[in-house]
């Protein structure tokens, strides 16, 4: 069956790799969507598993369009009673990019209008539902292409259910995990978090290398009101997750923050994924480090601020090359640094002779920002 992946933009090659991972054969990936094949069990995986995805859909139909009438074509020769069981309630969502001579709010219509009639003409008792439908179509059109997916994911997985504290500029995990990902992180040697905030990377940082699943820190996802979706399957494969995880004590990570207040969170967040004890919370400044870490090998991965406003780029100059600087004193040798200041962050990296691996663009948010990964 076909699977949509839904992930960051930027991301893509990242989620792709993933995917694969976890035991799928992807077809294609492009700006934020990865396809691939599977069965139900690879969907309840990508699920719970999943570190760098934002929605998994069971794929419906895919296309490409001039006019709203090219995607009506192709959904009208689906048989959409598969997906359904009496008294059950649908909606869809349209997700559009791109200049069109219809809506989304056009596009979300009709293509329900074809699903209910459908049902209808079946004798099957099904309604309309906007705000809790039990089956949840998602209608993603980016351009000149579209796909239609049935979501089984729920609420976006980018919302992990650990988090307790929220940093007003907190990492989405899904870039913090994928951060991970691209330093090739192995656990052996400590990760430092210089500017951990609400302590986003470390604790995605060590979920991954103790195989704590993200999707466990929800209650269920909507896979399992799929009417050829076994629930016990899908409890039987959280089980395997659960019994999955590694029970360490190890402090594999470093988060450190100037702001108590910040800590404090970072500590509560810390706590509700389970793996505090793996992580040592320091109070202090970036930019002395030296002051109170004691000379090693070191990882180290951070989200900085990024100075949006013109007038602060001077001191954000200063406090990326004193942190780096700080880092290269206590023999951190390798990391990976999220910035949107990214003229800033190269400047300081070129003065201190720091080499670029890798760079990849991304969106936080609304936000253009670049993952950068370092060699000392």
């Known amino acids: 069956m076909d699977i949509y992946v839904l992930t960051r933009a930027g991301i893509e090659e990242i989620a792709a790799s993933e995917v694969e991972e976890l035991g799928c054969k992807v077809e294609y990936f492009d700006i934020g969507i990865v396809k691939a094949k599977g069965n139900i069990r690879d969907v309840i995986r990508l699920n719970i598993y999943g570190r760098t995805f934002v929605r998994v859909l069971l794929g419906v139909c895919e296309g490409e369009l001039n006019e709203l009438n090219d995607i009506i074509k192709q959904v009208s020769n689906i048989d959409f009673k598969t997906y359904f069981k009496e008294d059950y309630s649908f ?62 994911s729920g609420k976006s997985l980018d919302k992990r259910g650990y988090r307790v504290y929220n940093h007003p500029a907190a990492l989405n995990p899904v870039l913090a995990s994928a951060m991970i990902k691209l330093l090739k992180w192995d656990g052996k040697k400590v990760l430092i978090d210089p500017m951990c905030g609400g302590a986003t990377i470390p604790i995605e940082a060590v979920m991954s ?22 629930k016990d399957e899908y409890l039987k494969i959280r089980e395997e997750a659960l019994k999955a995880r590694v029970n360490s004590d190890l402090e594999i990570a470093y988060a450190i923050d100037i702001s108590n207040k910040h800590l404090t969170g970072a500590i509560k ?25 004691e000379k090693g090998e070191y990882f180290f991965a951070f989200n900085p601020p990024y100075g949006i406003r013109e007038s602060k780029l001077k001191n954000l100059l200063k406090l990326y090359k004193e942190t780096l600087s700080e880092l290269i004193k206590i023999g951190a040798f ?13 400047k300081a990296i070129n003065d201190l002779k720091i080499k670029v691996i890798e760079r990849k663009n991304v969106m936080h948010g609304d936000l253009k920002a670049s993952i950068y990964i370092l060699e000392i």
């Open 209 to 230: 290398i103790l195989k704590y699943a993200p999707g466990l820190y929800r209650n269920i996802h909507p896979i399992v009101n799929i009417p050829f979706v076994s």
């Open 91 to 152: 909606a869809v969502r349209c997700n559009r990019i791109g200049k069109h001579n219809f809506t989304s709010i056009d596009a979300a219509r009709e293509v329900g209008g074809i699903i209910h009639k459908q049902l209808l003409n079946a004798k099957m008792n099904v309604k309309v539902d906007l705000e809790n439908p039990t089956i949840e179509f998602i209608l993603r059109i980016y351009h000149n292409k579209f796909h239609l997916g049935i979501d089984t």
């Open 334 to 346: 390798k990391g990976a640094i999220i910035t949107a200041a990214t003229n800033v962050l190269e």
């Open 269 to 293: 967040n810390a706590e509700s994924a389970g793996v505090k004890n793996n992580i040592r919370f320091m109070l202090g400044d970036a930019t002395k480090l030296s002051n109170y870490i």
